[in-house]
């Protein structure tokens, strides 16, 4: 093992943070929207919501109740 896979792991390194955002317990509505220009779509997410204690949350928030998706 290399030097910085060994400090990786040594600092528990993850390259994709333990957020809201990418929780089994997230939910939002997705909505499909148009776009300026022919074809153009972008996707609007709205009711950010976590299952496991019905509120609001933020994206990038995070709690201990984090499960992967």
């Known amino acids: 093992m290399s030097r910085q ?3 990786k ?3 528990g390194y993850r390259p994709t943070p333990k957020t809201c955002g ?3 317990n997230f939910h ?3 909505l499909i929207l148009p776009g300026y220009g022919l ?3 972008y996707i609007k997410e709205r009711s950010l919501t976590c299952i496991v204690g019905n509120f609001a949350v933020k994206k990038m928030a995070s709690c201990d ?3 992967a998706a």
Request: aromatic residues 6%; neutral net charge; charged residues 20%.
């Open 22 to 24: 990418n929780c089994g």
């Open 28 to 30: 939002s509505e997705k």
């Open 65 to 67: 109740r984090w499960v």
């Open 5 to 7: 896979s060994e400090a």
């Open 9 to 11: 792991l040594a600092m």
């Open 39 to 41: 074809g153009v779509t």
